[in-house]
């Protein structure tokens, strides 16, 4: 069984590329790994099983930021759940909050929809579209329907 990587190897392995590894070891996000002579990067497993965490929690949409908090200190498990646990409940804020936000524009959107299918074609539709009312002093297509 295999007990060393190049980076290229382990980029294959878990579907990213040497520049992603290369960028969080810069962070701090991975440890620095072991160099052969000529100053090939080598990974061991624990090396392995850092980056498969990194790249595992990067793909849940957490920031680098946030991974940083999880993962600094090389916490044991119970602190890493602890920490995971406490940016998951933050995401699931901002996820409620942006469905508020989508739900609160999509409901604006039917009710001018409403409104629409509900007025006269003839009639102006500048309110609707939350603008001023030109319609007294032009006659335009965006205020009367479709020409």
């Known amino acids: 069984m295999k007990t060393e990587w190049k980076i290229g190897e382990i980029a ?24 052969t002579p000529s100053s090939y990067r080598i990974y061991d497993a624990t090396a392995v099983s850092r980056v498969t965490l990194v ?9 680098v930021q946030a991974v940083a908090a999880i993962v600094r200190d090389d916490p044991t498990p119970a602190e890493f759940r602890s920490r995971l646990v406490a940016v998951l409940e933050e995401k699931i804020r901002e996820a409620d909050e942006q469905i508020s936000v989508m739900q609160g524009r999509r409901e604006d959107f039917a009710a001018r929809e409403r409104g629409l299918l509900l007025s006269p074609d003839n009639q102006c539709c500048c ?5 001023p009312c030109t319609c007294d002093s032009r006659q335009t ?7």
Do not use: I, V, W
């Open 12 to 35: 294959d392995l878990l579907d990213t590329t040497p520049k992603t590894l290369r960028h969080y070891e810069e962070l701090g996000l991975l440890p620095k790994p072991m160099r």
């Open 55 to 63: 790249l595992g929690l990067r793909r849940l949409g957490l920031s």
């Open 127 to 131: 309110l609707m579209l939350s603008m």
């Open 141 to 147: 297509p965006a205020c009367r329907g479709l020409p």
